[in-house]
């Protein structure tokens, strides 16, 4: 299994970005997907969760109403539409895919497959 996040750089506050994980050797309708991020010298926390099919999503608290997680599973692909960006929003983005039966969708230890991340900046 492979996820491979990118769509990552540098960007004004204010600006939007959108990230993108593509999974190969696994079968993305089977499983929830996530974004995680972690900025330097913090711990790996939830951005959102989108469910197998696409039809719920959930977001952290501080991203609500600025990014938006999607998905094609034709395509294999995760997608993180982000805008609005803050300088808070810097860190390094990580994609992952839910383990079965797993339903704490916002714990990093709930996800047995990751990306390798994605740097995303945002400069004041």
């Given at each position: ?9 540098l ?21 929830a ?7 330097a010298?913090?711990?790996r ?32 692909t ?41 740097q ?5």
């Amino acid at each position: 299994v492979q996820l491979q996040a990118s769509g990552g750089g540098l960007v004004q506050a204010g600006g939007s970005l959108r990230l993108s994980c593509a999974a190969s050797g696994l079968d993305v309708r089977d499983t929830a997907m996530a974004w995680f991020r972690q900025a330097a010298g913090k711990e790996r926390e939830f951005v959102s969760c989108i469910s197998r099919m696409g039809k719920s999503t959930y977001y952290a608290t501080s991203v609500t109403g600025r990014f938006t997680n999607s998905r094609d599973n034709v395509r294999k692909t995760l997608y993180l539409q982000m805008n609005s960006l803050k300088p808070e929003d810097t860190a390094v983005y990580y994609c992952a895919a839910l383990k079965p039966a797993s339903g704490s969708y916002d714990d990093p230890s709930a996800y047995e497959h990751w990306g390798q991340g994605t740097q995303v900046t945002v400069s004041s």
